[in-house]
């Protein structure tokens, strides 16, 4: 059996028992730090805001945001279908894409899930790659929407990496888990073609960073 093959069964028997419960139990295990998350946690519960993690670390990513007000868009595809009943029982409100979707359309679902007054939670390097690096969605999102935008580094001490296209983490029950935020990036709504693409570059080397720093912090 393939790696993707593991990753596509773990999430499917994961959907199978009730929904996350499985995951819930998983998470509640882990020893997880979250470090500079105060002026996050000020902005989402009193303003709405954008918040990013790779994907291949979307296993804590998610359940942070948990009953926060946030939205996430999913695709349709059969793997979509359980991370979109994970999300909702977790609070999310969920807007499902064609598997297939492409850039215009999937900001365009994200720009109305935030004039519906959500926040927004996102892994700008999914849902098929290049892993950790940026698509544009996040930051042109926090720049027509006037939001504020985030980056969230994650490590865990203990995991299993799966051999898929983003190396999905798993993390080991009680593992030590490290949450790494950034101040808030604000992105001017007037920006220019070049200059946005500047401001992407900036932020992939931001949540890179922060990722990485996560991982080391996980080994103290």
């Given at each position: 059996m393939g790696y993707k093959s593991i990753k596509q069964d773990f999430l499917r028997f994961l959907g199978r028992n009730a929904a996350g419960s499985l995951i819930?139990?998983?998470?509640k295990t882990l020893r997880v730090e979250r470090i500079n998350s105060g002026h996050f946690d000020t902005v989402s519960e009193n303003e709405q805001c954008v918040v990013a993690f790779w994907h291949g670390k979307m296993f804590l990513g998610w359940y942070l945001q948990k009953n926060k007000n946030f939205s996430a868009l999913v695709s349709l595809s059969k793997d979509g279908d359980l991370l979109a009943s994970l999300l909702s029982r977790w609070g999310f409100k969920v807007a499902r894409g064609s598997s297939h979707i492409g850039g215009k359309e999937a900001l365009e679902i994200m720009i109305n899930q935030a004039r519906e007054g959500s926040s927004i939670a996102i892994t700008p390097d999914g849902s098929k790659g290049p892993a950790r690096k940026m698509k544009a969605g996040a930051v042109v999102l926090a720049r027509k929407c006037s939001l504020k935008l985030f980056a969230v580094g994650i490590g865990y001490k203990k995991r299993i990496t799966i051999r898929?296209?983003?190396?999905?983490?798993?993390?080991?029950?009680?593992?030590?888990?490290?949450?790494?935020?950034?101040e808030a990036v604000v992105i001017e709504s007037g920006l220019a073609y070049e200059e946005t693409s500047k401001k992407i570059?900036?932020?992939?080397?931001?949540l890179n960073e922060l990722t990485e720093k996560a991982e080391a912090l996980c080994l103290n």
């Open positions: 819930n139990l998983l998470i898929s296209w983003d190396s999905f983490e798993i993390p080991l029950p009680f593992s030590k888990a490290v949450a790494l935020y950034s570059i900036e932020f992939e080397t931001l």
